[in-house]
């Protein structure tokens, strides 16, 4: 294929089921598993099971016989090594049958003029150009070969062979029971793995051990062991370098082989079964699905280099003020203040809530359709206006909220990726450039800009530019006082921000750094246990009134860290996560305990996809049963409630659909989404009686919602639409 446009450039023949591959030389290696008819029909079963309801490869237990028979007919699949011509496609050279029995996968490998691999307990040499047999010798497993010499290793022996002729070179007793890796980095052989652990688990339990070897002799030059932090070793092979071992025990352990040092970084971690990837200077993290040390690990896809001089300060800097049109000394804010009709800012409320006092009628009709474009924000609602932006276009709107027509729009440096809040006149907001800013609500003129990013430096992010410290859009404003949080993750960039402004004039108060690595050494902390550890991610900020909240870390009103708060609303991947992955429950309470992990979970956790609240209950969408690890084995969907202070559920009901959208209005719960049995049949609104679950109202909406995007204000729904428009929904 073509790397930069996809594009197939040539279909080899005879490759089908090829499950390895080398380029050495101008010549393909391929190792190629025949297509039985007996492997097409189990994978036929399979699909056709992964389909059903109730499915037994759902659960571990019931999955392994299927499993094991599934194994059963793959092994008795035959086995091919070919040499292709990559640009015709001539077979040069073919072995199969005798010649592969009992091939060893991941052994095959080149170097110079020869190919090597194992089957059984022979490693096996041919020319590269042939495919003639050179030698064969029995030996442990091979693991790596290098300019002259073939190194395997098993639990007992370590042994280099001549690439030559296959004469052994030397052998030494092993160090390690179980061996994973083998490098030959710096000069030097490189074998890392386990010895055997306490108790009754695999030596993967225990600490991973790294052994450098002269490549000459064999002899022992150094042993390193690191602690022991929990948990078993990830499933993918280590990486390394000249410089360091990249380890997967926790996320990403740099193991310097120089000295021994081992620098912890749980809080990047690769992909299951394939890792990270150091390349052209930089560490490449890929997406992964683990929900260990959530609160504080990256998720999604991460280019990492070695960090600068982080160059933290604590003093406010007000340097990157800029004032606008709309900013004079005499022009003050008008505190008007926000009405009970309102839905001022992203979830309502200081605390996203989610909830109204003011009531929607359950009968509703549509009163406009604003086609806005692009991917939209939930909507916040105030001074007569709707306000909204276009995230990927970096536009904010504001919407007449009686006619649905345009008023203005106001384009920023970046993504916005959530909605402003409206305090008085003003519309305040976040951008993914590093500025702050606020605008005038009448007519969306510029009142001030300030630049909380340490640095003004972009850096490409889902295919646009962006800071490398952003700003949710959404800003919290109490009492005249603007907070907000700058930066991706206290581990990078120098670490979070926390800042407080005057909401008036953008004047800085203060700020405080949120840096988790020691700053002199850049060291992580101490991990508090196998699946939990200090550090904090991006997210909008909450408060109870008393405390401001990051996640679940605590600030007072005046911007310093405490060390307890009060049950609040939080996320455990953020607000704005709606990618709906296993582990993105939200939760009220005060600890990112793991609601979908295998450890750590707390008694009575209330969770789930989306929640709401006001003073007397919370509601919430999600599984009525959360598997230690198999998302498969969760319990069924449904609406439920919780009085508040209490552990058991007032009311709970299955609905028709994936819950997407959820607001409380006075005593009613409404919530859209797509049909869960057919999505193709479109998506519904659905009013809810708050107080015992009963369905009171169901309407059909041309499109779904964006991920948790309703406003209830002035009695009616504003909701954001999936097709890029803005819909009002009032009394008939």
């Known amino acids: 294929m073509d790397a930069a446009t996809g594009q197939t450039l040539n279909l080899y023949e005879q490759t089908r089921g090829t499950e390895e591959v080398l380029y050495h030389k101008g010549i393909l290696l391929l190792v190629v598993r025949s297509v039985t008819d007996e492997r097409v029909a189990e994978l036929d079963k399979w699909a056709q099971l992964e389909k059903t309801k109730q499915s037994p490869l759902y659960a571990r237990e019931t999955a392994q016989p299927f499993l094991d028979r599934f194994r059963g007919i793959e092994n008795k699949a035959s086995k091919t090594v070919l040499a292709l011509n990559p640009g015709t496609g001539r077979v040069l050279w073919k072995k199969a049958g005798t010649d592969v029995a009992g091939l060893r996968s991941v052994t095959l490998c080149a170097i110079g003029e020869r190919v090597l691999y194992q089957k059984g307990k022979d490693v096996v040499c041919l020319d590269l150009r042939t495919g003639q047999q050179l030698w064969s010798e029995a030996s442990a497993a091979l693991r790596v070969v290098c300019d002259d010499c073939v190194i395997c290793a098993g639990g007992k022996t370590v042994t280099a062979l001549s690439v030559e002729t296959g004469k052994t070179l030397w052998t030494q007793p092993a160090s390690l029971t179980d061996i994973r890796d083998a490098f030959v980095a710096g000069g030097s052989l490189w074998l890392g793995g386990f010895k055997p652990c306490e108790g009754k688990r695999s030596p993967a339990w225990g600490p991973y051990f790294a052994t450098q070897r002269d490549l000459a002799t064999g002899k022992m030059l150094m042993h390193v062991e690191p602690e022991n932090p929990g948990h078993h070793h990830r499933c993918w092979r280590n990486k390394a370098t000249d410089r360091y071992i990249l380890g997967g025990r926790r996320g990403v ?68 003020l800029e004032h606008g049109p709309a900013y004079s000394e005499e022009s003050r804010i008008r505190q008007s203040g926000a009405t009970d009709q309102d839905w001022p800012t992203y979830r309502h409320d200081a605390a996203r809530s989610g909830s109204a006092r003011y009531p929607v009628p359950v009968t509703l009709s549509r009163r406009w359709q604003a086609d806005i474009g692009g991917k939209l924000t939930s909507p916040t609602v105030a001074n007569g206006r709707v306000f909204v932006a276009s995230v990927e276009e970096h536009r904010i709107c504001a919407i007449d909220a009686d006619s649905g027509r345009s008023m203005w729009d106001f384009t920023a440096g970046a993504r916005v990726d959530s909605p402003p809040t409206v305090y008085a006149n003003r519309a305040i907001f976040g951008c993914r450039d590093g500025h702050v800013y606020s605008l005038r609500a009448s007519d969306g003129a510029l009142a001030w800009r300030l630049r909380a990013a340490r640095a003004d430096r972009r850096i490409p992010a889902c295919g646009q530019l962006e800071s490398a410290s952003p700003i949710p859009g959404s800003v919290l404003v109490e009492d005249g006082t603007a907070y907000f949080a700058a930066g991706r993750s206290s581990y990078l960039d120098g670490g979070i921000d926390l800042y407080r402004l005057q909401a008036e004039t953008g004047k800085t108060l203060s700020k405080t750094p949120i840096y988790s690595p020691d700053p002199e050494t850049g060291r992580q902390p101490d991990q508090y246990g196998p699946c939990y550890m200090p550090g904090a991610l991006e997210d909008i900020l909450t408060s109870d009134g008393q405390y401001v909240y990051l996640r679940d870390m605590v600030f007072d009103k005046q911007g310093s860290r405490q060390t307890t708060g009060k049950p609040h609303l939080f996320t455990l991947t953020g607000f704005l996560d709606d990618a709906w992955p296993h582990r993105s429950y939200w939760i009220f309470g005060t600890r990112c305990s793991i609601s979908t992990g295998c450890s750590g979970r707390d008694k009575d956790l209330i969770s789930a996809r989306l929640l709401v609240s006001d003073e007397s209950a919370i509601y919430g969408y999600g599984r009525a049963r959360l598997h230690w690890s198999n998302a498969l084995q969760d319990g069924a969907y449904r609406l439920f409630a919780v009085k508040q202070g209490e552990a058991t559920e007032a009311w709970e009901k299955a609905v028709a659909i994936q819950v997407r959208a959820m607001v409380l209005a006075d005593k009613v719960l409404f919530v859209a989404g797509p049909q869960e049995s057919d999505e193709k049949q479109g998506a519904l609104l659905m009013a809810i009686s708050a107080s015992d679950g009963t369905e009171l109202a169901q309407y059909r909406l041309d499109s779904s919602p964006v991920f948790d995007g309703m406003a209830a204000a002035y009695g009616r729904l504003y909701v954001s639409m999936n097709d890029g428009s803005l819909l009002c929904l009032g009394k008939e």
């Open 253 to 320: 352990e740099f193991i310097d082989l120089q000295t021994g040092d081992v620098l912890w970084h749980s809080w990047v971690r690769g992909v299951c079964k394939y890792g990270v990837m150091p390349c052209n200077g930089l560490l490449y993290a890929p997406p992964h699905a683990c929900g260990c040390y959530i609160a504080a690990k990256l998720t999604g896809f991460y280019a990492l280099a070695s960090e600068v001089d982080p160059g933290f300060s604590a003093k406010p800097d007000q340097g990157h």
